[in-house]
């Protein structure tokens, strides 16, 4: 299973730690004790994206599966513990199921038990960082590639590096590829709030671990107790925003760099877009595709779009 480069992901950190206003990617937050606790995020009340996407694959599985089309090689992007592609096995039955997370030690195991409920579906492993540069390995067939990228993680992109990312995709599709996507949309602040600050604190948790990541990745030295998260709504911007900030005074130091912080300073850690309906579209065809459907909950909080390469 390839491994992330190291070189390349400490010189992403330390541009980020060093900028003026100081960032790290939201790729970052999924090493494997953080994979483990936006699992538990998903079964907070206050997450409603991971419930109502399923809700929309639960009521119409058997229609998108017609209009994906079965037999395909389904490429999940992102794919953690494997469970949404999984309980779509069944209806799509790829010939192909290739699983592709940043967190490769999580995904290794998560596979190996996918293999043994599904031991006639071939699949294969790829611990990668796809949000920059995106190329399959030959072990991928090339034969009816159908992107699968749910749970709204476009959202982490900007609209314009979303633009770019889903050209990437469209350039590794060919012309009888497409992508099966979940967008979350725009609605109330006050839902997005909750959403992304819940009354347990695991979503704090969630953001915090992202400095346990990084000491280990770069040998840095934050004390995760000197900062506190904050998630919430810029209408805007239409994006939630994640942020760690700074305690107290302190001094950071990685491999190559340090910073000092004083207290109220913050690291961005995540960006989460929401989209109208038709932006999303638009979107998509801008970037190669053609949305040949659109399955929406009944209050029209979370869409999953199917579209195909053109």
Same mark, same amino acid.
């Given at each position: 299973?390839?491994?992330?480069?190291?070189?390349?992901?400490?010189?992403? %950190?330390?541009?980020?730690?060093?900028?003026?206003?100081?960032? !790290? *990617?939201?790729? &970052? /937050?999924? =090493? @494997? +004790?953080?994979?483990?606790?936006?699992?538990?995020?998903?079964?907070?009340?206050?997450?409603?994206?991971?419930?109502?996407?399923?809700?929309?694959?639960?009521?119409?599985?058997?229609?998108?599966?017609?209009?994906?089309?079965?037999?395909?090689?389904?490429?999940?992007?992102?794919?953690?513990?494997?469970?949404?592609?999984?309980?779509?096995?069944? %209806?799509?039955?790829?010939?192909?199921?290739?699983?592709?997370? !940043? *967190?490769?030690? &999580? /995904?290794? =195991? @998560? +596979?190996?038990?996918?293999?043994?409920?599904?031991?006639?579906?071939?699949?294969?492993?790829?611990?990668?960082?796809?949000?920059?540069?995106?190329?399959?390995?030959?072990?991928?067939?090339?034969?009816?590639?159908?992107?699968?990228?749910?749970?709204?993680?476009?959202?982490?992109?900007?609209?314009?590096?979303?633009?770019?990312?889903?050209?990437? %995709?469209?350039?590794?599709?060919?012309?009888?590829?497409?992508?099966?996507?979940?967008?979350? /949309?725009?609605?109330?602040?006050?839902?997005?709030?909750?959403?992304?600050?819940?009354?347990?604190?695991?979503?704090?948790?969630?953001?915090?671990?992202?400095?346990?990541?990084?000491?280990?990745?770069?040998?840095?030295?934050?004390?995760?107790?000197?900062?506190?998260?904050?998630?919430?709504?810029?209408?805007?911007?239409?994006?939630?925003?994640?942020?760690?900030?700074?305690?107290?005074?302190?001094?950071?130091?990685?491999?190559?760099?340090?910073?000092?912080?004083?207290?109220?300073?913050?690291?961005?850690?995540?960006?989460?877009?929401?989209?109208?309906?038709?932006?999303?579209?638009?979107?998509?065809?801008?970037?190669?595709?053609?949305?040949?459907?659109?399955?929406?909950?009944?209050?029209?909080?979370?869409?999953?779009?199917?579209?195909?390469?053109?």
């Amino acid at each position: 299973m390839a491994q992330v480069a190291n070189a390349h992901v400490a010189d992403e %950190l330390h541009a980020g730690l060093l900028a003026p206003e100081a960032w !790290i *990617s939201p790729k &970052f /937050l999924y =090493d @494997a +004790l953080g994979s483990k606790l936006f699992e538990a995020i998903c079964e907070l009340p206050e997450y409603y994206p991971t419930r109502t996407e399923a809700g929309i694959f639960e009521r119409h599985g058997a229609e998108i599966a017609r209009v994906a089309g079965s037999g395909v090689t389904l490429i999940d992007l992102g794919a953690g513990n494997c469970a949404k592609a999984a309980s779509l096995f069944p %209806l799509l039955q790829p010939a192909q199921y290739v699983a592709v997370d !940043i *967190s490769a030690e &999580f /995904l290794c =195991d @998560a +596979l190996a038990r996918l293999r043994q409920r599904f031991p006639h579906i071939a699949m294969e492993g790829l611990g990668m960082d796809f949000s920059n540069r995106f190329e399959l390995p030959p072990q991928v067939a090339a034969e009816r590639r159908l992107f699968f990228y749910p749970g709204s993680s476009i959202g982490n992109f900007t609209p314009e590096e979303a633009h770019g990312f889903l050209q990437r %995709l469209r350039a590794q599709c060919g012309k009888d590829g497409g992508v099966l996507i979940g967008i979350d /949309l725009a609605k109330d602040k006050a839902v997005l709030d909750e959403a992304y600050d819940d009354a347990l604190g695991v979503t704090a948790a969630f953001n915090l671990n992202i400095l346990r990541h990084v000491n280990g990745l770069v040998e840095a030295d934050f004390d995760i107790r000197q900062w506190r998260h904050h998630g919430f709504y810029r209408p805007e911007l239409g994006r939630v925003e994640m942020h760690l900030e700074a305690r107290a005074a302190q001094d950071v130091h990685w491999r190559g760099g340090s910073r000092r912080f004083e207290p109220g300073d913050c690291i961005h850690t995540e960006n989460s877009y929401k989209y109208q309906q038709a932006d999303a579209i638009a979107l998509l065809e801008r970037s190669g595709f053609e949305a040949t459907h659109v399955w929406t909950d009944p209050q029209r909080w979370f869409a999953v779009i199917h579209a195909q390469a053109i």
